[in-house]
């Protein structure tokens, strides 16, 4: 039965620093309107709030201790038959939130520049949050991952990323062997992204989804949406049309929002934009059934 219903997950931490880099990012969305603007859709929300986690050892200590928080908060939204919106600021948390579903049968849709596939082997900046998809498949960290509630590796048959271009060769190439389908973002010419998505979502049934938003999945041209910007992504018109998309037809259990810094450029402009999808995430999902109103 379709729930009224949001849980909004709210995790405003950058490995485990809470209100640092990324970690803004939650906040600002917050404060220009999110929460107001899903109620006028005739939504309940609820909040629930990642704790501190300060006592735990080091950035890959508090890291992984708030997947498992992020986890159970899934778990929980769940079981109270209420929609999971987490708004975080690392890209690792969708890891726990596909934990935290219970669903062996998950698909994936991410919006993402970055493939978030690394290894520890391969990862050549030391950026920890890059690893959050090899996690998942239980590539690297595995002790530490095993500790995460609901955690078995996950296969990626199903999954489908949009707007991806912001790759070494490496890690293109570790996309393709995982057997990963992308929508390449490109600079040579413009990329009609939503005519792709639409093209791809009828081939595969993509029920359930997990779905991720990467706001750097936005082209250069917005500015810094986080220290890791890239030309070839998504105008604002892209990303509007492919989450209509997605809820219309994917069938999505969660969605993540993340990976934003709104001290890195213009930080109110990417945050409209980010509650602009959002809703029409959630408006799509009404109008389908898959969200009903209170």
């Given at each position: ?158 999954f489908l990323y949009c707007g991806l271009r912001d790759q070494s060769d490496i890690q293109r190439q570790r996309v393709i062997d995982a057997g990963m389908k992308s ?99 959630f408006q799509t999902l009404i109008a389908s059934g898959g969200l009903s109103k209170h």
């Open positions: 039965m379709p729930t009224n219903t949001i849980t909004i997950i709210f995790s405003p931490y950058h490995v485990g620093l809470r209100d640092h880099r990324v970690g803004n990012g939650p906040h600002r969305i917050r404060s220009l309107g999110i929460v107001q603007e899903l109620e006028r859709l005739g939504i309940t929300i609820e909040i629930n709030e990642i704790d501190h986690v300060d006592d735990y050892e080091g950035e890959i200590g508090r890291s992984f201790e708030i997947l498992r928080r992020i986890s159970k908060a899934v778990a929980e939204a769940v079981s109270k038959n209420t929609f999971p919106l987490v708004l975080a600021g690392n890209c690792m948390s969708s890891a726990a939130v596909a934990c935290g579903l219970g669903r062996r049968d998950l698909s994936f849709i991410y919006f993402d520049a970055h493939d978030d596939l690394d290894s520890p082997d391969v990862n050549e900046n030391g950026y920890f949050d890059a690893m959050g998809l090899s996690m998942l498949r239980g590539e690297s960290w595995k002790t530490l991952m095993r500790t995460v509630p609901g955690f078995k590796p996950f296969s990626y048959d199903k929508i390449w973002g490109e600079t040579s010419r413009k990329v009609d992204f939503a005519g792709e998505l639409a093209s791809e979502l009828a081939k595969t049934s993509y029920d359930p989804a997990l779905v991720h938003l990467d706001l750097d999945v936005l082209d250069g041209s917005y500015g810094k949406v986080n220290d890791y910007p890239s030309p070839g992504g998504m105008l604002e018109s892209d990303l509007i049309s492919c989450m209509d998309i997605v809820g219309k037809t994917a069938a999505p259990k969660s969605l993540t929002v993340c990976s934003f810094d709104p001290n890195a450029g213009d930080g109110d402009k990417i945050a409209r934009i980010a509650i602009r999808a959002i809703s029409t995430f």
